[in-house]
């Protein structure tokens, strides 16, 4: 599985981005997703996560409410809906696969994009 992240940008607070995560390869609906993100001088951290059939969302306190994790099997791509962005958001965001349920913990993901900047002026 390969996955490739788009959408990411400069937005200042209060504002919205979507990213996108594109998923090449088969059995793409056998995969959980994540996003994930790391602002620079952090560790990485969980986001959100949809089960392989979209039915299950989990997300981390710090965006629930604020962003939307959901997936197109169709399209074999996963987004990320971000609403009232603060700065505190900005990071570098990667999405992840892995089989079986979904996860918070990113070591348990098999694939992973090269990630996509979001900056979040204040």
């Known amino acids: 599985v390969q996955l490739v992240e788009s959408g990411g940008g400069l937005v200042q607070a209060g504002g919205s981005l979507k990213l996108s995560c594109a998923a090449s390869?088969?059995?793409?609906?056998?995969?959980?997703m994540g996003w994930f993100r790391q602002a620079p001088g952090k560790e990485r951290e969980f986001v959100a996560t949809i089960t392989w059939s979209g039915g299950s969302t989990y997300y981390a306190d710090s965006v629930k409410g604020r962003f939307t994790i959901s997936r197109d099997s169709a399209k074999m791509t996963v987004y990320l809906q971000m609403n009232s962005l603060k700065p505190e958001d900005t990071a570098v965001y990667y999405c992840?696969?892995?089989?079986?349920?979904?996860?918070?913990?990113?070591?348990?993901?098999?694939?992973w994009g090269q990630g996509t900047q979001v900056t979040v002026s204040s």
């Open positions: 390869g088969h059995t793409f609906t056998s995969y959980s």
């Open positions: 992840a696969a892995r089989r079986g349920f979904y996860s918070d913990v990113d070591h348990r993901y098999d694939y």
